[in-house]
């Protein structure tokens, strides 16, 4: 029998709290992945809620600092840090990771000790140690974490905002299982991740906010007031998406904005022309040049995507889906397909838009595929 949608006669936040109990019995540890976000502050305010339901008075909490991050960001991880019951590791390790110009992916090294720096690492962050010269990657900081908060030995779960609405790949992470279905094992570490909001709308998560009187980070009502429309985010404003409206940057954050400029100038060139770059002639001229065929879209990433690690990713991620793409074209168009390489979102996975398109990135529109 084929699984269908079922509903339950609870409230998300009763789910919630459930979930986070369940949590708690699973894992000898747990710790909230805190961006500074809105969707993250409720997850962590909830798991206080629920460690005091069941006797504990402190919270374990990890702040990965992407180095480019908003000074109204840092500010509202400075206030939970400040907290009592916030047992905070503020991480600020070399981590691999992807800028965006005008349709370019390319590769930089966060807090790269090779280079000068966006801002001064914060007073008590935690570093890789002197002679440690490893670049980490994303799944390198699942056992570090573990050592960390639970040395030795015992299973490690981490609590992370992530929410079905947001996008597909989120989408497709919480309806792969048939149980638990907001708790993902990383392999090959004591780590589990937990999603326990999962199913919350946006709106639910404001609502929260609202009742709780919570204080949210300022860089929201900036880029709200800013002109950033729906896309209000307070990762790294060089992540694909979050690059496409840097510009705005520039307003709300003048001081972080030139910061930026200081050690990526690159940025400049992104900032003043994507809106160009952008509208629909721009858009039709790339789908004019790479989006005709599975052969232009491979030439679009041996040209446009530099880094030499994430070109061969994406031809891999390429080649393994071509043959559903040839089979299927109705579920893989080929503007879909190219909007994924272009927007970087290949590293996590090539899926399918539904019939009605309802899911599918539409060609470098604003929209988190």
Known sequence: MGRRKQ??????????????????????????SFSGGK??????????????????????????????????????????RALPWVNLLWLTVPLASRKFILGRTMRYVQWDPAREW?????????????????VLEQHDLNPLIADHFAPGRGRVAVLLG?????????????????HDNYIVPRKGTRVFTASPIYDWLEMDVWRFMWEHD???????????WGGGGNALRVSTPLHPQSAKRIDVLRDY???????????????????????????????????????????????????????????SEALKKLRGVEPRVRAQPDYF?????????????????????????????????????
């Open 39 to 80: 969707d993250s502050q409720v997850v962590l305010e909830l798991a206080h809620e629920v460690a005091i339901e069941r006797g504990q008075d402190r919270v374990n909490v990890l702040f990965y600092d992407e180095e480019v991050i908003p000074s109204g960001v840092i500010s509202q991880v400075e206030r939970y």
């Open 333 to 369: 168009p080929l503007d879909h397909l190219l909007a994924i390489f272009v927007g970087g979102s290949y590293h996590k996975g090539i899926f399918p838009v539904s019939l009605a398109r309802d899911q599918a990135a539409a060609m470098l529109r604003d929209q988190d595929v």
């Open 253 to 311: 954050d003048p001081e972080f904005f030139d910061a930026i400029l200081g050690v990526f100038p690159e940025v400049a060139v992104q900032a003043r022309y994507w809106s160009e770059f952008n509208q629909e002639a721009g858009r039709a001229a790339l789908l004019a040049e790479y989006g005709q065929s599975i052969e232009g879209i491979r030439r679009y990433i041996m040209e446009c995507i530099e880094d030499p690690l994430d070109r």
């Open 7 to 32: 509903y339950v006669e609870t409230d998300i936040l009763t789910e919630a709290r459930r979930r986070l109990h369940h949590i708690y019995d699973l894992a000898d540890c747990v710790v909230v």
């Open 162 to 178: 992530l929410r079905a609405q947001e996008s597909i790949y989120r989408y497709r992470g919480v309806v792969s299982r048939l």
């Open 118 to 134: 966006v801002r001064p690492k914060p007073e008590g962050s935690w570093s890789l140690p002197d002679g440690d010269t490893r």
């Open 214 to 224: 919570l204080h949210y980070a300022p860089t929201y009502d900036h880029q709200l």
